[in-house]
């Protein structure tokens, strides 16, 4: 019995987290406690359950991160995290506590019905949470923006004829702005001073992001990447960042069906339905090669910051670069000849980019990881 496997379900918190193991057989679970989430309570629990080659621990990714996974990887215990969109639930179930949780996770653990997810490492969390950082301000700043222009639009103060927003001369016009109202005219200096305050947080997250794709562990991937048309530098860092090693996708179409660009489907005998994409997975991969995904409705051509980027890569790496362009514009104008709207075109050009990205890394050698 000392070697019989135990599945331990964790169900953590900020502060607590409540064990269950269930041993391997058809035994019921059991409801082992509640422990204080601190890797002295942690490594006090692993000693109680026994030699750790029998331990199977797994617990839902949730905010508090990754340090749990990783403290029961130096203790040498096996774990998994779980992804919390992918656990079996029970039709009618109404009563959700943190002992209920544990129970169902080791049960569920022991049937083999969980999902494991990729757990980054810590360098690739580090370089995600700081295209993420640098992705929330571009949202703060668009609204930041929105909400001036809305100020000036309530107060039907309107630019010069000919002025665009947002423009060196649009800028010029908001310097000189001046106000009757001292209450307009606190409004419209704070907004102004956040727009421009953002702006500059922007240029720092940007400043780190180039550093990153030329001195940090990720920097061949990151150039390489940028070999594709509507790449370039934040795009590239914020693909490496979200996906950390692809070579966890052993077919371009397992990274398709990562980020949600694959057709969901509902057939039943000699019926097939194919509905729209399943937007599973990452969305901010998704969102991102989406947004490339324009740039290929343009004539192929290799120039400007394109030629440079290719520059010093190799002839293979280049040669696939060229290859989407010629495919992917074909694809979209064919797409658009069969009445398809422009945006689910587009969406099928993103979906044959990710292949792309795929073949482009599969070109280089593995990164080391810690």
Not at 228 to 234: D, Q, W
Not at 280 to 286: A, E, K, L, S
Not at 319 to 327: D, E, F, L, P, T
Request: aromatic share 8%.
């Amino acid at each position: 019995m000392k070697d019989t496997i135990k599945y331990v379900g964790l169900d953590v918190s900020k502060e607590k987290i409540a064990v269950a193991i269930a041993e391997e057989g058809r035994e019921v679970p059991r409801y082992y406690g509640m422990i204080p989430h601190t890797p002295e309570a942690i490594k006090k629990l692993v000693k109680k359950l026994g030699d750790v080659k029998t331990l199977r621990v797994c617990y839902e990714a949730g905010p508090t991160g990754y340090p749990l996974y990783r403290q029961l990887l130096s203790l040498e215990v096996h774990c998994d995290v779980i992804a919390p969109s992918l656990i079996p639930k029970r039709p009618g179930e109404r009563i959700k506590t943190d002992r209920r949780d544990s129970i169902r996770l080791a049960q569920l653990y022991r049937a083999g019905e969980l999902t494991p997810i990729y757990v980054p490492t810590p360098e690739d969390e580090a370089l995600r949470d700081l295209v993420r950082a640098r992705e929330d301000a571009k949202e703060d700043e668009l609204r930041t923006k929105h909400r001036l222009t809305k100020f000036l639009l309530r107060n039907n103060i309107k630019p010069p004829a000919g002025v665009k927003k947002w423009t060196k001369k649009y800028r010029e016009w908001l310097n000189v702005m001046k106000f009757e109202s001292s209450a307009l005219r606190i409004v419209f200096q704070e907004y102004y001073h956040q727009l421009h305050e953002l702006e500059q947080r922007i240029k720092r997250y940007d400043e780190e992001i180039k550093l990153q794709a030329t001195e940090g562990v990720h920097a061949p991937m990151i150039q390489a990447l940028q070999s594709l048309r509507g790449v370039a530098l934040i795009t590239a860092t914020s693909l490496v960042a979200e996906i950390g090693s692809f070579k966890r996708f052993s077919t371009p179409r397992h990274l398709m069906s990562y980020v949600g660009l694959i057709p969901s489907e509902h057939s039943s005998g000699e019926r097939r339905i194919q509905g729209e994409i399943t937007k599973t997975g990452n969305r901010h991969v998704r969102r991102l090669l989406i947004e490339s995904a324009w740039s290929y409705r343009y004539q192929p051509a290799v120039k400007g910051e394109l030629k440079k980027r290719l520059n010093g890569l190799s002839p293979t790496i280049q040669g696939i670069s060229w290859k989407a362009q010629n495919r992917l514009h074909k694809k979209y104008f064919r797409l658009l000849s069969k009445g398809k709207e422009s945006g689910k075109a587009i969406t099928a050009v993103a979906r044959e980019l990710a292949g792309f990205v795929w073949a482009i890394t599969q070109e280089l050698d593995d990164i080391p990881r810690v």
